[in-house]
């Protein structure tokens, strides 16, 4: 079975741009989660959808959305980038069943994004 | 205020010898906890988990360990190898809606030497 694949791996753009990060979760799957890792922070959770709704959201600002396809393919939206949004973007899918945190979650290499 | 911390940025061990991972939690409605594994340039890959139910849980050289009263967890990885050196995170959940995600802790290098 592929893997959690992430397009792209890296990006670069500058503050006040707008970035469309995709995530392609395993084949089966239908909810995909998405974190932030920053050397500060950790990781820490964005969102997860779940059949094209968003079923659960972190402590972020309305700034990151995201949507999911009915393929279950989902993309995470950023809109007007800040130097500290430079951080390593993960996905990870997962059956969806049990929630985002009570089953194992595949993760994705990432989108490695940087601001300036 | 951080929900799980990993109090060792880096732990350093012997091959062949115990690695000891640790973890500690200040919610106590977390009640499943997971290990992950991640090598530069990948995605975190699951390692084992435990949920609040059990005090222990094993798989082949890695066992969790789960003290609800201390809100302690702890990873062991015996013997360790050199394959095992990565950043080890500990992560947790609270059941409610089931849609939950998972909170992170910092991670711990975990370097093994030859």
């Known amino acids: 079975k592929a893997g959690v694949t992430q397009t792209p791996r890296y990006l670069i753009k500058t503050r006040g741009q707008q970035v469309t990060l995709s995530c392609s979760p395993i084949s089966g799957h239908r909810s995909v989660s998405w974190y932030q890792q920053t050397p500060g922070q950790g990781l820490q959770f964005l969102f997860e959808?779940?059949?094209?709704?968003?079923?659960n959201k972190g402590n972020f600002p309305g700034r990151f959305s995201g949507r999911q396809f009915s393929n279950s393919r989902s993309e995470m939206n950023v809109s007007t980038l800040e130097l500290g949004d430079s951080a390593l973007y993960l996905c990870a899918s997962s059956l969806g069943t049990g929630g985002a945190g009570r089953e194992t979650q595949y993760f994705g290499p990432g989108t490695r994004l940087l601001v300036l | 205020d951080q929900q799980v911390k990993q109090n060792s940025p880096s732990l350093s061990v012997q091959e062949g010898r115990i690695s000891i991972l640790n973890c500690d939690y200040t919610?106590?409605?977390?009640?499943?906890f997971l290990w992950y594994k991640k090598y530069p340039a990948e995605g975190p890959t699951f390692l084992i988990s435990i949920s609040s139910i059990k005090d222990k849980n094993e798989d082949g050289r890695f066992t969790v360990f789960l003290n609800k009263s201390a809100k302690h967890l702890s990873l062991h990885i015996v013997p360790s190898q050199p394959g095992d050196s990565a950043v080890y995170f500990c992560?947790?959940?609270?059941?409610?809606?089931?849609?939950?995600?998972?909170?992170f802790g910092k991670g711990t290098h975990l370097i093994i030497q030859p």
């Open positions: 992560a947790a959940s609270a059941s409610g809606g089931g849609a939950d995600g998972l909170t």
């Open positions: 919610n106590s409605m977390f009640d499943y």
């Open positions: 959808y779940f059949s094209e709704t968003q079923r």
